[in-house]
């Protein structure tokens, strides 16, 4: 159906906008609290007196637990030597932990790095830790976590916009047949109604499909406000055209009728 293909226009015109709208990138970390993940010792030492430097207060993770992280300020700083099970912090149904990650790196072995990897570490610093570096890793951390926090939400978006176009095409097939619409009419009349109510056009049709009623009083309305149009121009209520008036006024030929 044609109207399937209206669907996918202005779905990829929103992904298109989201894409092309980039955020900016965060550059002054003051505020933000950096949480050491590893054992006490000079590497601590020397990321507590860097991050101090630039105004990042810091912590360990063992004084906050895994409950204690918080999504909005903190980096989390987790040591490649010491295991770590990201679970505990991890939140319910997503892949990345709630707050950017640097790993901090002594021996390069793959098995390490992937391990990293796999915890969402998106920026690294190597041991001994040389203030120099922190600043890098702390602004490609962050604004990488924050990137893939956005792609992971519009793919949820998506995801979610997809499974309700099967209730807009039974929205929109049942306003065709029961009040003679076309498609690209019958997912106006729907587009119109959602921005009218303030909800998303596939909430709106899965709210229609899910109450029958509901579905048949949008077709009464469409009809009493085609009836109304209709009465109005039987009316004479249309707006008033000279140029029309003058061109019935001449005859066939161009030339003016006579009175």
Not at 5 to 23: C, E, F, I, N, P
Not at 140 to 158: D, G, P, S, T, W
Not at 189 to 207: K, Q, T, Y
């Amino acid at each position: 159906m044609e109207f399937a293909a209206l669907l996918d226009t202005v779905g990829a015109s929103r992904a298109a906008g989201r894409v092309m709208t980039a955020a900016r990138a965060i550059q002054n970390f003051r505020g933000f609290r950096g949480v050491w993940r590893g054992p006490s010792g000079h590497h601590e030492q020397a990321l507590r007196a860097a991050l101090g430097r630039l105004g990042v207060a810091s912590t360990s993770f063992e004084a906050i637990g895994p409950g204690g992280l918080c999504a909005e300020r903190d980096v989390l700083f987790v040591d490649s030597d010491v295991l770590f099970d990201p679970a505990p912090a991890a939140e319910p149904g997503h892949l990345l932990l709630p707050v950017p990650v640097i790993g901090v790196v002594g021996v390069e072995a793959p098995s390490r790095l992937k391990a990293l990897s796999d915890i969402g570490a998106t920026a690294f610093l190597h041991k001994p830790i040389h203030p120099a570096t922190v600043y890098s890793a702390l602004f490609l951390a962050v604004n990488n976590h924050a990137r893939f926090a956005r792609l992971e939400a519009q793919i949820e978006e998506h995801n979610r916009r997809r499974a309700g176009r099967r209730y807009v095409i039974r929205a929109v097939a049942t306003l065709m047949q029961q009040s003679a619409m076309s498609d690209e009419q019958a997912y106006a009349h729907l587009r119109r109604e959602s921005m009218r109510r303030r909800v998303g056009i596939e909430e709106l049709a899965r709210s229609l499909c899910d109450d029958p009623s509901a579905l048949s009083m949008e077709r009464q309305a469409h009809d009493a406000s085609r009836n109304q149009a209709a009465s109005h121009r039987r009316a004479g209520g249309e707006p008033h055209r000279p140029l029309d008036e003058a061109r019935r006024a001449r005859g066939p030929a161009g030339r003016m009728r006579s009175c």
